[in-house]
């Protein structure tokens, strides 16, 4: 990739002349305070600290990551993804965070886009001052499909969270213990909130599940902790915990 992408665009057709409609903000004012204010003043412990006290249900937003990336093989282009970034900065500030990069956001943008992706993120960081950004971080694989050197995984942490990133959500599909921990010490170096994430599936209520039982979930917990993670995500792989615990959460007292 240093030369240059070398796959070369899948078509040769020209990009739509439609123009989605796309909200009005306010022209000259800036948006509300939001989360990332707690962190850029006072720093990771106190922004997850904050996140801890807030009462009632907070939202993270996918649509700049896994939604297209899902839905649209992370096709959709900058120049769409800025288009909107100033409303959202605006209507969304009291989100817990944006995940906007990451993933397959990061190679897709290069080998099928021709973008840059370091631009990418700077360019909606400048748009979007008040929300903090997440990323989804492979552990050793950082955005890529291999194993890299730790140094590499250290320094492109480091231009991440340079470039705006606040949130490195890292994630291993095996919850393999020291991949999560190479990623949560390189995202932590690097001054970003660590966001260690348990791949979780299954039905810890069902006794003939012996080996990813409650007791497994509970001690990878413990030793995430244990490694300094600020937030603790559950990565629901079968998606139907999250409506669940919403609802819970939002049951009054």
């Known amino acids: 990739m240093v030369n240059g992408p070398t796959t070369p665009l899948a078509t040769s057709v020209k990009p739509s002349n439609l123009e989605p409609h796309v909200p009005e903000t306010p022209a000259g004012i800036k948006p509300s305070a939001g989360f990332r204010d707690i962190l850029i003043r006072d720093g990771p412990e106190a922004f997850a600290k904050a ?39 605006h209507a969304f500030h009291n989100f817990y965070a944006l995940e906007n990069w990451g993933g397959a956001t990061f190679d897709v943008a290069m080998r099928f886009l021709h973008e840059c992706p370091w631009e990418r993120l700077a360019a909606m960081r400048a748009l979007v001052p008040n929300v903090p950004f997440q990323m989804l971080l492979r552990g050793a694989n950082a955005v890529g499909y291999t194993s890299y050197p730790d140094n590499v995984v250290y320094k492109f942490c480091d231009l991440a969270k340079q470039c705006g990133m606040d949130i490195f959500r890292v994630f291993d599909s095996l919850n393999y213990l020291p991949n999560l921990i190479l990623g949560m010490e390189a995202a932590g170096k690097a001054g970003g909130v660590v966001e260690a994430a348990i791949s979780y599936t299954g039905d810890v209520s069902d006794p003939k599940r012996t080996k990813y039982d409650l ?23 079968a998606g139907l915990s999250k409506p669940k615990a919403a609802k819970e959460l939002c049951q009054p007292a």
């Open 215 to 237: 007791n497994y979930y509970l001690n990878l917990a413990n030793e995430l902790v244990k490694a300094g993670t600020h937030v603790l995500c559950i990565k629901d792989m």
């Open 51 to 89: 996140v801890r006290n807030h009462k009632g249900l907070l939202l993270m937003d996918t649509t700049f990551r896994d939604a297209h990336q899902s839905l649209l093989a992370t096709r959709v282009r900058t120049h769409d993804l800025l288009k909107i970034s100033p409303y959202v900065s």
